[in-house]
């Protein structure tokens, strides 16, 4: 098993920036990619980012890419999502996942986090 925790959510202005970390525990050897999807309130679910286990290989979805930033400390063992130039339209609780390189197209792996919170206002 692996256990996925977020943490870093909250209230921010527009404009603004929130950092999310994905700490990450278990059988981790077996993950090949790491990601973060969110979900509006009454909206699907969307793919924002995803980087490789080795942190060399960097995917965005095209409305976050430039504003937003996937990394990771294997060290720590914490994938992070800097968020840069917030807007309302982020307002969202935002998923970390964990599974194989599909994360990459928007198809999300076995393992998820409990979410956080984000919510810019205007």
């Known amino acids: 098993q692996v256990q996925l925790v977020e943490s870093g959510g909250g209230l921010v202005q527009a404009g603004g920036s929130l950092r999310l970390s994905c700490a990450t525990s278990?059988?981790?050897?077996?993950?090949?990619?790491m990601g973060w999807f969110r979900q509006a309130p009454g909206k699907e679910r969307e793919f924002v980012a995803a980087?490789?286990?080795?942190?060399?290989?960097?995917y965005y979805a095209g409305s976050m890419k430039g504003r937003f930033t996937i990394s990771r400390d294997n060290a720590k063992n914490t994938v992070y999502l800097q968020m840069n130039s917030l807007k309302p339209e982020d307002t969202a609780v935002y998923y970390c996942?964990?599974?194989?390189?599909?994360?990459?197209?928007?198809?999300?792996?076995?393992?998820w986090g409990q979410g956080t919170q984000v919510t810019v206002s205007s």
């Open positions: 980087i490789s286990w080795s942190g060399r290989h960097t």
């Open positions: 278990g059988r981790t050897f077996s993950l090949n990619t």
């Open positions: 996942n964990a599974g194989q390189a599909g994360i990459r197209l928007g198809k999300p792996g076995d393992y």
